[in-house]
């Protein structure tokens, strides 16, 4: 079983930055893509960001220049800096690995970010 496990949230003004941690615990040989996605209240879950296991990345449009994916293999570890913050992008953000054919989810993180 593999878990990720989501750090880094909080409020913050706008303007301000954040960094999101996923650390992917469990028996993992290799981890294929690790994503980023966020969801808010009354809306469906978006992905926000992703990164293959060669470091392609590929962000949604909304964040691109602001939000910067990176991974790190040995640590089984995702990062997300967030830049440039918006009241706009208060949600949950949830880290979601793909590993032996299998989808993991954590349980999300909430970022608040305050006008």
């Known amino acids: 079983q593999v878990q990720p496990v989501e750090s880094g949230g909080g409020l913050v003004q706008a303007g301000g930055s954040l960094r999101l941690t996923c650390v992917a615990s469990?028996?993992?040989?290799?981890?294929?893509?690790m994503n980023w996605f966020r969801q808010a209240p009354g809306n469906v879950r978006e992905l926000v960001a992703s990164i293959s296991s060669s470091g392609s990345t590929d962000y949604a449009d909304s964040v691109k220049g602001r939000f910067t994916i990176s991974r790190d293999n040995a640590k089984n570890t995702v990062y997300l800096q967030m830049n440039s913050l918006k009241p706009e992008d208060t949600a949950v953000y949830y880290c979601r690995c793909i590993t032996g054919g299998k989808v993991y989810w954590g349980q999300g993180t909430q970022v608040t970010v305050s006008s």
């Open positions: 469990g028996s993992i040989s290799s981890i294929n893509n």
